[in-house]
């Protein structure tokens, strides 16, 4: 059973940054496409970025587009997002699941962007 973990919210100013860890348990990402994604209150959890098992290909919601960078070790099971410049409609709920979204999603990490 993969327990996905989600850390590094926060609450920041506009043009602030956070860098949001995810770390899996009871199974690798090793060989997985990963991806995150947001949810604000009210609307549909849409898709924000995504990097491929390798690392080496990233793709990116135009919305996010210059602003957040996706990473991931492998060695450590943990997949990043740096977030820069960030603005008062980035406020959601941030989660990571599969690119695919397959794995049970977990609780999620809360940023909260004020003007």
């Known amino acids: 059973q993969v327990q996905l973990v989600e850390s590094g919210g926060g609450l920041v100013q506009a043009g602030g940054s956070l860098r949001l860890s995810c770390a899996a348990s009871?199974?690798?990402?090793?060989?997985?496409?990963m991806g995150w994604f947001r949810q604000a209150p009210g609307k549909e959890r849409e898709f924000v970025a995504m990097i491929d098992w390798s690392g080496g290909s990233t793709s990116y919601a135009d919305s996010v587009k210059g602003r957040f960078t996706v990473s991931r070790d492998n060695a450590k099971n943990t997949v990043y997002l740096q977030m820069n410049s960030l603005k008062p409609e980035d406020t959601a709920a941030y989660y990571c699941?599969?690119?695919?979204?397959?794995?049970?999603w977990g609780q999620g990490t809360q940023v909260t962007v004020s003007s």
């Open positions: 009871g199974r690798t990402f090793s060989g997985v496409n």
């Open positions: 699941n599969t690119a695919g979204r397959t794995w049970n």
